[in-house]
């Protein structure tokens, strides 16, 4: 079984920062592409940024230049710095992992966490 448990969402004035952070744990054999998705009330799930094992970034071009993704291979986490928020951020922040375990080493599974919300408010 493999969790990915994400933390550090919170309420934030316009202009503030946030770092999220998400862990996974289980039979990990290795992790692929790490990535931060995000869905706002009334709206589809929209990547926001992924990051693969080779430390390879994209961005959603709303975000780009504000937010940065980053990993450490080490502690199975991902991490999004997310800086000069707007409104318009204001969602549930989901982390993705393509994960390899013990058990099917040949294939990546898909999985998420359970979200975190992120509100920019003033």
């Known amino acids: 079984q493999v969790q990915l448990v994400e933390s550090g969402g919170g309420l934030v004035q316009p202009g503030g920062s946030l770092r999220l952070s998400c862990a996974a744990s289980?039979?990990?054999?290795?992790?692929?592409?790490m990535g931060w998705y995000r869905q706002a009330p009334g709206k589809e799930r929209e990547l926001v940024a992924t990051?693969?094992?080779?430390?390879?970034?994209n961005y959603a071009a709303s975000v780009k230049g504000r937010f940065t993704i980053s990993r450490d291979d080490a502690k199975n986490t991902v991490h999004l710095q997310m800086n000069s928020l707007k409104p318009e951020d204001t969602a549930v922040y989901y982390c993705?992992?393509?994960?390899?375990?013990?058990?099917?080493?040949?294939?990546?599974?898909?999985?998420w966490g359970q979200g975190t919300q992120v509100t920019v408010s003033s």
């Open positions: 993705n992992a393509d994960i390899r375990t013990y058990y099917y080493r040949d294939t990546p599974y898909n999985y």
């Open positions: 289980g039979s990990i054999f290795s992790i692929n592409t």
């Open positions: 990051i693969t094992s080779a430390g390879s970034t």
